[in-house]
């Protein structure tokens, strides 16, 4: 009876869960801070569980719908509604479950990372309640099946963000970089209302799958997808409007850039969302993919030529970060360019999305990954130049070699994870067009070229005399940093299983417009 | 045309709050072209859910089983408490760059370069 309870709510609690352990977390942080600790983490491993049962019964049940304050959880169309979906729902699909997996894993261990990391620090229970929003509100994006509700988690997520890359507050420029990303982020998400309510001004609807049914390609709909689509470009940091990443990435604790990758990634999903399940087949596929793809062209080879000169180790990872984003933006780009020619979508359109699926997987855990070393050796030696910085392979072997896999993994190096998802773009987008596969190999080369420098500044060369003192990390850190390095070694030597199981139905529910419209409304 | 008297104001706080936020100099001014955007959308919301003599969904008073749908109102109102926590936000990030930098002007505050 219970156990029946809570797997019919599982999709509320999935949400509940972090927001209730946030709110709570500085009441028991009076305790003790040993106490806060286990709170939070006890927090975050329900929370992960949560989410692994559900993607569990996605996988194998199909699309899961919850519907808030229904007599039953899955009564999407009540009689007294007038036909159409009136109170906010969560429809987890694949999609959903696969980005639901990322967040979660990723945040496990960023905590983990966290609570060793970060424990000497002041104002933890304010940390560590924005951190269980974030984490909150990056579930609710992903899960949501509203229109209205992907915003309000989205400003959720964004003044999270805020909060905590300005969290080192004694240093000025930390609150710099926040307020650059809440500047950014604030006048995304006005433009995303405004889009909504174009939507609702025109068919009366918040719901994703009502307004995909009745969507016309009307100018005002066109407008509300610009909007959109710039809104959520801007908070998944692709080129143009990247300016904000490099800053905010170098200016977060560590542990924080890497729940950050997770945050704009569940942009990205919005993205995603949008242009397949809301519009699908109704916008001018050719024309919108064909904007992702330049964008995503672009990022690849911005971040990756910015990245080269840094001399700071978190912002030059930040503009990797901004390139591995295009990856990403290729791969489905070319899927949704496709996305009305059947044929053309069976021979290479559902391979390229399943290359930019993977690469968001791989790049969560690989980026993370680097992110974590990043920090770890900030917090041994005091500084993120790389002028001074060397030698410290000889004190911290441990460090380096989950650097060393990460940076092999962002290169696309084999056997690591990166390898298997770019070789997937690589082989389809060039049945699509031989130009962007070759753009994308050269930006991977250029990635290995500036991880091969930062390698040998930090690790490599005699042991300076100002490091005597350094030491390996701390356990927690080495442990959080290990669990990351084992999935990417894991994702890498056996692709296959990762792909077949969770990312070719991910794919198939992103194109698969009807399964989504029918499993909402079906009811009706 | 009288009744797109709204849609243009709505059109007219939109470009103001832009060019604010794009042409000044002061953070706080800044922040008040966000504030205008926000009021520029919570504008259009409203603007959208009003109907001419509508009737307020208070189930115990209507006088008939038609009633306006009061979600524009909620979408606002939900507009509203984020945009209050953006503001104070901003605002409390402002605090802490004065006492850093000595000035809330954006061209002195460069110390993030390239």
Known sequence: ?524 | MFWNLPYIAVVLLTIIGIATILLKKNLIKMFLGVSILTSAVNLFLIVLGYRDSGIAPIYTYAPSELMVLPTPQALCLTSIVIGVATSALMLSFAVVIYRYYGTVNVDEIRELKE
Request: charged content about 10%.
């Open chain 1, 1 to 524: 009876m219970t156990w029946e309870v809570i797997t019919s709510n599982l999709p509320a609690l999935l949400v509940a869960v972090p927001l209730f352990a946030a709110f709570l977390c500085p009441l028991v942080g009076r305790i003790s801070p040993g106490m806060r600790a286990s709170w939070v983490f006890g927090a975050m491993v329900l929370t992960a569980a949560i989410a692994y049962i559900l993607a569990f019964i996605v996988y194998s049940q199909g699309t899961v719908i919850y519907v808030f304050g229904a007599t039953t959880p899955d009564l999407s169309v009540p009689i007294d509604s007038g036909g159409i979906p009136i109170r906010i729902m969560f429809t987890v699909d694949a999609m959903s479950a696969l980005m639901e997996i990322i967040a979660v894993t990723v945040g496990l261990g960023v905590l983990l990372y966290s609570l060793s990391s970060d424990e000497r620090r002041s104002g933890l229970e304010n940390y560590y309640t924005i951190f269980l929003l974030m984490i909150a509100a990056v579930l609710g994006m992903v899960s949501t099946g509203d229109l209205f509700n992907f915003f309000v988690f989205l400003e959720i997520s964004s003044l999270a963000s805020a909060g905590l890359i300005a969290y080192r507050v004694e240093k000025g420029v930390a609150v710099e970089a926040g307020l650059k990303y809440l500047m950014v982020s604030t006048i995304a998400g006005i433009f995303f209302l405004f889009a909504i309510g174009i939507l609702y001004g025109q068919y009366n609807a918040l719901n994703m799958a009502i307004l995909a049914e009745r969507i016309q390609w009307t100018p005002l709909d066109k407008i509300a997808l610009v909007l959109m689509v710039a809104a959520l470009a801007t908070k998944c940091g692709s080129v143009p409007l990247h300016f904000w990443t490099p800053d905010a990435y170098s200016m977060a604790p560590a542990a924080v850039t890497a729940m950050l990758v997770v945050a704009s990634q569940a942009s990205l999903y919005g993205l995603f969302r949008i242009s397949f399940t809301l519009y699908g087949v109704a916008l001018s596929y050719v024309t919108i993919g064909w904007v992702i793809i330049i964008l995503g062209v672009l990022s690849m080879v911005v971040g990756v030529t910015m990245a080269i000169p840094q001399k700071d180790i978190k912002r030059l990872m930040a503009y990797h970060a901004v390139s591995q984003t295009g990856y990403m933006l290729l791969g489905v780009g070319v899927g949704l360019a496709v996305l009305g020619d059947q044929a053309l979508l069976n021979s290479y359109g559902y391979t390229a999305m399943e290359g930019g699926i993977f690469h968001i997987m791989n790049h969560a855990l690989y980026k993370g990954l680097l992110f974590l070393t990043a920090g770890a050796i900030i917090y041994r030696i005091g500084t993120s130049d790389l002028n001074r910085m060397g030698g410290l392979g000889h004190r911290m072997k441990y460090t380096m070699v989950f650097f060393m896999i990460g940076s092999l993994a962002i290169a696309g190096i084999p056997p690591f994870n990166g390898f298997a998802s770019k070789f997937l773009i690589y082989e389809s987008v060039f049945l699509f067009s031989p130009v962007l596969a070759i753009i994308a190999m050269v930006v991977s080369i250029l990635t290995l070229a500036s991880f091969v420098k930062v390698f040998h500044s930090v690790f490599m060369g005699p042991p300076l005399p100002e490091h005597d003192k350094v030491s390996e990390v701390p356990f927690p850190m080495l442990a959080a940093m290990g669990f990351l390095a084992i999935l990417v070694i894991i994702s890498g030597l056996f692709p296959q299983v990762f792909i077949q199981n969770l990312i070719v139905p991910a794919v198939h529910a992103l194109t698969n417009q009807a399964g989504y419209l029918g499993t909402v409304l079906g009811g009706a």
